[in-house]
């Protein structure tokens, strides 16, 4: 199995507090996606943005198939998506050994980047300590395992009131979860849709710096 193709920022200066930042796109989109604000993200970090393997249409991919029944419910191809998580997990062991550093990466996952961002990061949290999840949602049909060390992960949780895509409804589902297991979360709404709005991206900012 080979890593993920991706885009690379190194960081200003290396230092001992230097992380590797993951950036992981939504359904339909690519890896320059969200690669565009990488200039505004921590300059002493390594920003990595991932293409998912799965090609739609040009300049198109997706972690996982979306269907649609006839009673208009969306099915989620697990098998791809569990095949996804193992190349991501691939892609982060392999960056993590060619710059000596562990232990210190975040996922940045918008949508289905999201949804695939809590599963990596749940069932490996000796590997993720920060997740910041943008209009997901925790699907537990997924092939992982929570972890009960998954209480260290500081998390950034985010969703538009009026996303259609995406139900808030959804996260806030995945949030009893989470407390019901012991973990402290908070989700930040926004005045938005399926997207990220100026305010959104400022929260998000100011957690990853501090």
């Known amino acids: 199995m080979q890593i993920l193709k991706t885009l690379i920022k190194n960081p200003l200066k290396k230092t001992k507090n230097t992380g590797l930042i993951f950036l992981i796109h939504g359904y339909g989109s690519n890896e320059k996606d969200l690669f565009s604000f990488s200039d505004l993200l921590p300059s ?22 979306i269907n649609i029944d006839n009673q208009f419910q969306k099915k989620t191809n697990i098998s791809q998506a569990n095949e996804s998580i193992k190349m991501i997990l691939k892609t982060i062991n392999y960056f993590n050994d060619k710059f000596s550093i562990y232990g210190m990466n975040t996922l940045i996952g918008f949508s289905q980047g999201a949804i695939l961002s809590w599963a990596i990061g749940l069932g490996n949290p000796h590997i993720v300590n920060r997740i910041a999840a943008l209009s997901g949602f925790i699907n537990t049909d997924f092939n992982f395992n929570f972890n009960s060390k998954s209480n ?59």
């Open 152 to 210: 260290k992960i500081k998390f950034f949780i985010s969703h538009g009131i009026y996303d259609p895509i995406i139900p808030i409804s959804y996260i806030k589902e995945s949030l009893k979860f989470l407390k019901e297991k012991g973990l402290n979360v908070f989700l930040n709404e926004y005045k938005e849709g399926h997207g990220i709005s100026k305010e959104n991206f400022e929260d998000l900012l100011n957690w990853l710096n501090n």
């Open 44 to 65: 002493n970090d390594y920003i990595i943005a991932l293409r998912a393997p799965i090609l739609l249409d040009y300049d198109s991919f997706s972690w996982y198939d």
